[in-house]
């Protein structure tokens, strides 16, 4: 299995409504990402976990909260979001955080914040 | 200025041609990814490079580390290689993220 699953495709929300989306990957990888990418711009990373533990957070706001249950898991948590927020957000995963590590991407959820 | 540059920011093409995308970098990289995004969002990952030349099917990619630039070729391109390229660069100073260009959109017209 070499594939990188997001849930939900599509979530259409409003800035008071709470929501998570998931991602989960199967390849025994142990570095896991969200990247925010805005219409006709290349993708921004947000977090990343490392061994399931945060290791990197890109100055994200709090209303982006993100979660690594397990090896396989990763979610975000929105609440409170912005319409500025609306996006795809890309989950990816990679053997490990360091260099020259290929990253899987999901096929992302596209976000609509009303 | 940015620290990863892609040019051209447009590219059409007739089915067939010879298609190249160039890629120059600024900053002291462990790696360079070429990234294929279709329309609709999925990001598939074309080569990962870290010296001289890789090559899958019709693409092949490039690097000069000494010149600080990496050009993707595509051979023969066809209506389905129409998407968005992307050059990325790992940094280790910046804890080995990945640092995007803009990306080339490419049309092949059959």
């Known amino acids: 299995d070499t594939e990188v699953t997001q849930t939900p495709k599509h979530l259409v929300m409003g800035m008071t409504n709470k929501k998570s989306l998931k991602c989960e990957q199967h390849?025994?990888?142990?570095?896991m990402y969200w990247y925010k990418q805005k219409a006709k711009k290349p993708p921004e990373l947000m977090f990343v976990y490392s061994y399931e533990k945060l290791s990197i957070n890109e100055s994200v706001p709090s209303r982006f909260s993100p979660e690594c249950p397990n090896s396989s898991l990763l979610n975000l948590h929105l609440h409170a979001l912005q319409p500025e927020d609306s996006a795809l957000y890309l989950c990816?995963?990679?053997?490990?955080?360091?260099?020259?590590?290929?990253?899987?991407f999901g096929p992302g959820t596209r976000l609509t914040v009303l | 200025k940015n620290e990863v540059e892609q040019s051209p920011q447009n590219l059409t093409a007739q089915e067939g041609e010879f298609i190249t995308i160039n890629c120059s970098y600024s900053v002291g990289i462990s790696a360079l990814h070429w990234l294929q995004q279709h329309p609709g969002g999925g990001i598939v990952s074309l080569f990962m490079l870290s010296s001289g030349k890789k090559k899958h099917g019709r693409l092949i990619a490039t690097i000069n580390i000494q010149e600080k630039h990496s050009s993707l070729h595509i051979t023969a391109s066809h209506p389905r290689d129409s998407a968005v390229y992307i050059c990325?660069?790992?940094?280790?100073?910046?804890?080995?993220?990945?640092?995007f260009g803009a990306g080339t959109i490419l049309r092949v017209k059959s």
């Open positions: 990816a995963s990679s053997q490990v955080h360091n260099s020259y590590n290929e990253q899987f």
């Open positions: 390849m025994g990888h142990r570095a």
């Open positions: 990325a660069v790992e940094v280790s100073l910046y804890g080995n993220k990945l640092v």
